[in-house]
């Protein structure tokens, strides 16, 4: 937990309500999302028992199963699931536009909407990836056969889990965590993880603070679990008698399934709402745009009758995907910053940001040392803030993320003020003559840090042939007479 996330809930705690701990919203909010909310059989490893589903608040439809113990059954489910999912996924594959690539000699296509996928909480991203797992390599012909749209299913539910593992996409969210992503409450992270009671504090009822709306949530006669996981109590009670028999009570087992689903399902809209009235980050944009761009390619890996994904990934192709997320965590921890003041406000404390006023600046200085001349304004930045920076250290601002500040030295005036002296070099154009503006003038205040936007190539991984038989590679050869 940061400095200022601990002082939010201290405040939060003395206060009765929940504190923002974000000025912008860092995810994107589809207009139409699919809200899936899943509820698993105790004691059955990711047996389904039902899941409320759909698009709008006011029309959730609700699937069961009836015997969870029995495998057609299950697969009933998964089919009915399958309609719902698939068809609201192929809906977004219709208009397309196009995208220059390679500087403008080539062009590509992708959709210009994508679908969205919400659950209440991180256990419900694991049931859609094990429940993926389970359908996705499902046969349509022969002994225990299924409706081709399973294993589809199956694809398309590890095709979204898979994105819910890479930092900033927003293909698949869930609720706990993207409310605690901009407000602190002022209980313990376990107990946000409950949704309910995360609600409880950043929006309770009126004449209750948050920690008495929270308390009033832990009970689950008034707010049932937010699944896959239920109540023991209802399990025991309840749902134990009416599937015991092998003929259930279908019309009595919907009903109980139907009243503990359906205060989660408005517990999710309320949430959706508290998100959409936050302002979205001007990076959110951007990122979407590499969902499209994922979603897009899976659409095309579809059509081209490409394989289903593999149970699990080879040595190279493992630590290909662990480069992908390490440069993804990395790149969106840097976008938020330079999104939201109040998440740049860690940096300022741990000395990786400074803000500061332009005290002199030399637009026109040209450094001629070199081959050619170039040019490299500088200028002289005086901050009241501890500058932990040392010579040499490349600084950026997000007002101009494309500019490299170079720092020449540091030097401190007294005991309140430190002088930075910065030389500049790009995001000013190709000439002589720095473009109006890409300066900053004098009296500028300016936020520095360390943090960069700057392209991370990916790495270098050998091909599979090229590895030792541990990592899948060619098997080790074996001595002579052996």
Do not use: C
């Amino acid at each position: 937990m940061s400095t200022l996330t601990a002082l939010a809930r201290a405040q939060a705690y003395a206060e009765g309500r929940a504190q923002r701990i974000a000025t912008v919203r860092h995810l994107h909010v589809h207009p139409s999302p699919l809200v899936i909310i899943p509820l698993a059989m105790a004691g059955e490893a990711n047996t389904p028992l039902a899941a409320m589903v759909g698009t709008t608040a006011g029309e959730p439809r609700l699937l069961t199963v009836a015997q969870p113990r029995n495998r057609d059954h299950r697969f009933a489910f998964a089919a009915e699931l399958a309609d719902v999912l698939v068809r609201y996924v192929d809906g977004f594959a219709g208009a397309a536009e196009p995208i220059a690539v390679d500087r403008g000699r080539d062009v590509r296509y992708r959709f210009t909407d994508a679908p969205q996928l919400w659950v209440p909480n991180t256990g419900g991203v694991d049931f859609l990836r094990l429940f993926g797992r389970s359908t996705r390599f499902r046969g349509t012909e022969g002994e225990y056969a299924v409706p081709p749209s399973v294993p589809l299913l199956g694809r398309w539910l590890t095709f979204f889990a898979n994105s819910a593992e890479v930092p900033g996409s927003s293909l698949l969210l869930n609720a706990v965590q993207a409310l605690g992503l901009h407000w602190a409450t002022g209980q313990s992270s376990a107990e946000d993880a409950q949704l309910a009671a995360l609600l409880g504090w950043i929006s309770p009822p009126p004449g209750r603070t948050g920690a008495e709306a929270a308390l009033a949530a832990e009970d689950p006669a008034v707010s049932p679990p937010a699944g896959p996981a239920t109540d023991p109590s209802f399990d025991n009670h309840v749902l134990a008698p009416l599937i015991s028999s092998a003929s259930p009570d279908v019309a009595a087992l919907t009903e109980v399934l139907h009243a503990q689903l359906l205060p989660t399902w408005e517990l999710m809209w309320r949430a959706l709402d508290l998100l959409r009235g936050l302002p979205a980050g001007s990076r959110v944009a951007g990122r979407w745009d590499g969902d499209r761009d994922a979603y897009s390619g899976f659409v095309q890996h579809l059509a081209d009758g490409g394989p289903p994904q593999p149970r699990r990934d080879g040595a190279v192709a493992a630590a290909a995907r662990l480069h992908r997320l390490e440069n993804a965590a990395t790149r969106y921890a840097v976008q938020r910053a330079f999104d939201d003041p109040l998440v740049m406000a860690e940096y300022r404390l741990s000395g990786a940001a400074f803000v500061g006023q332009v005290t002199l600046a030399k637009a026109d200085r040209i450094d001629d040392s070199g081959k050619r001349p170039v040019l490299r304004p500088r200028i002289m930045v005086v901050t009241p803030e501890p500058v932990r920076v040392e010579k040499g250290a490349a600084l950026t601002s997000p007002a101009r993320p494309g500019q490299k500040a170079l720092v020449v030295s540091v030097t401190a005036v007294d005991d309140a003020r430190t002088e930075v002296l910065l030389e500049l070099s790009g995001g000013m154009g190709r000439k002589l003559v720095a473009e109006p503006g890409s300066v900053p003038e004098v009296g500028e205040r300016l936020l520095l840090t360390t943090l960069s936007e700057a392209y991370r190539p990916g790495g270098a991984f050998p091909d599979r042939d090229q590895t030792p038989w541990t990592h899948g590679g060619p098997p080790a050869s074996e001595p002579d007479g052996a």
